[in-house]
């Protein structure tokens, strides 16, 4: 009788730390840091887009991290807007072939993370 209570309580333990461990691992999902010496040489940023990219990248870290810590149930339309947001807003500093090279970057990094499903 006490080894099944022992084995119960650390199976209960076991899976409430694997499922504190998968929501800690989520949460970094919705973390965005962006190297913006790579992303400016990859887009060819002048120092005047550059700036404006950069503070496009915070506001859309700040979205995703609030998207974060919704409901799950609320997150993907977070998500989504979260993304159109940044879209938007780097359409609006970007000329063509700058805008096609940052969404093919942002489509990677969304679908490596996870983040559209």
Do not use: C, P
């Amino acid at each position: 009788m006490i080894l099944t209570m022992v084995a119960l309580m650390s199976l209960t333990t076991t899976f409430a730390a694997k499922e504190k461990m998968d929501k800690v691992n989520d949460m970094k999902v919705y973390e965005w840091n962006v190297n913006m010496h790579k992303l400016s040489d990859a887009l060819s940023l002048s120092a005047e887009q550059e700036d404006v990219v950069t503070e496009i990248n915070r506001r859309f870290a700040r979205d995703l991290r609030a998207a974060a810590h919704t409901r799950k149930n609320d997150r993907k339309e977070r998500v989504e807007k979260a993304l159109d947001k940044n879209v938007m807003r780097m359409r609006s500093i970007l000329d063509y072939k700058q805008m096609r090279t940052y969404l093919t970057i942002l489509n990677v990094t969304v679908n490596n993370r996870g983040l559209n499903s």
